[in-house]
T-cell receptor, first 115, second 113 residues
Framework: NAGVMQNPRHLVRRRGQEARLRCSPM?????VYWYRQLPEEGLKFMVY????????ESGMPKERFSAEFPKEGPSILRIQQVVRGDSAAYFCASSPQQGGTDTQYFGPGTRLTVL | KQEVTQIPAALSVPEGENLVLNCSFTDSAIYNLQWFRQDPGKGLTSLLL?????REQTSGRLNASLDKSSGRSTLYIAASQPGDSATYLC????????????FGQGTILTVHP
C-alpha cells in the first residue's frame, strides 16, 4: 500500500504566478488534510477535505488560497498570485476515518520557493 | 483556542541515554494525542497515538504517557541511538470533526555516538 503521494516535491514560482500542489491519499482514505510549515515555524493546519466537500477551512488564508478534493483524482491546493511569504513546505495527510479519530498519515511534502 | 507547547526545544545527548520529551496542551478536552517524528527535509512519521481513555502506549523503545487532567504527555525514549536524531512533534486534534491537528513547536533531538 503506497503512502501519501505529493507532487511536485519542489516547486519554484516567480511572484504573481500560480502554484498547484497535488496530493494523492493512501488507498482507501477519503479524508485529506493540508498543513503548511513556514521557515523556522511549526506546522499549521490549513484545510480538511472529504471527497467533494470542505469540512474545515479555518486555517486557510482568506485570499489567493483554495483547495479541492474531487470525486476522481488527487486533492489540489492552489495558490494564486504567489508572494515571497508563501515560500514554505506544504504537507498533505490522509486518514481512513473521520478527523482526528485516527492517525493522520503524512506525505513527503512540496517545498515551494517563490522568487 | 488549543495551544501545544513542547519542552525542551532542543536536546543533545550521548548514545545510550534514556530521554524524556515533554508536551503540554491548554485544553484538556482532547480526543487523543499523537507523537510524530520529522527528519530534516522530510515528511512526518507517526510514532504513537494515545486515545484519551488510555494512560500510555508503547512501541519498541518508545513509550508515551498521557495525563489529560493536567494537560501533559511525555515521550520516553529508551537507550537512545544516533538514528533517533530528528525533530519530535506532538499534536492534538480539534476543530470541525476533529480534523485539525494542533502541533507543538517540536523538540530537536541529537544523539551523538
Amino acid at each position: 500500500n503506497a503512502g501519501v503521494m505529493q507532487n511536485p516535491r519542489h516547486l519554484v514560482r516567480r511572484r504573481g504566478q500560480e502554484a498547484r500542489l497535488r496530493c494523492s491519499p493512501m488507498k482507501g482514505h477519503s479524508h485529506v488534510y493540508w498543513y503548511r510549515q513556514l521557515p523556522e515555524e511549526g506546522l499549521k493546519f490549513m484545510v480538511y477535505l472529504q471527497k467533494e466537500n470542505i469540512i474545515d477551512e479555518s486555517g486557510m488564508p482568506k485570499e489567493r488560497f483554495s483547495a479541492e478534493f474531487p470525486k476522481e483524482g488527487p486533492s489540489i491546493l492552489r495558490i494564486q498570485q504567489v508572494v515571497r511569504g508563501d515560500s514554505a513546505a506544504y504537507f498533505c495527510a490522509s486518514s481512513p476515518q473521520q478527523g482526528g479519530t485516527d492517525t493522520q498519515y503524512f506525505g513527503p511534502g512540496t517545498r515551494l520557493t517563490v522568487l | 483556542k488549543q495551544e501545544v507547547t513542547q519542552i525542551p526545544a532542543a536536546l543533545s545527548v550521548p548514545e545510550g541515554e534514556n530521554l524524556v520529551l515533554n508536551c503540554s496542551f491548554t485544553d484538556s478536552a482532547i480526543y487523543n494525542l499523537q507523537w510524530f517524528r520529522q527528519d530534516p527535509g522530510k515528511g512526518l512519521t507517526s510514532l504513537l497515538l494515545i486515545q484519551s481513555s488510555q494512560r500510555e502506549q508503547t512501541s519498541g523503545r518508545l513509550n508515551a504517557s498521557l495525563d489529560k487532567s493536567s494537560g501533559r504527555s511525555t515521550l520516553y525514549i529508551a537507550a537512545s541511538q544516533p538514528g533517533d536524531s530528528a525533530t519530535y512533534l506532538c499534536a492534538v486534534p480539534g476543530g470541525t470533526s476533529y480534523g485539525k491537528l494542533t502541533f507543538g513547536q517540536g523538540t530537536i533531538l541529537t544523539v551523538h555516538p
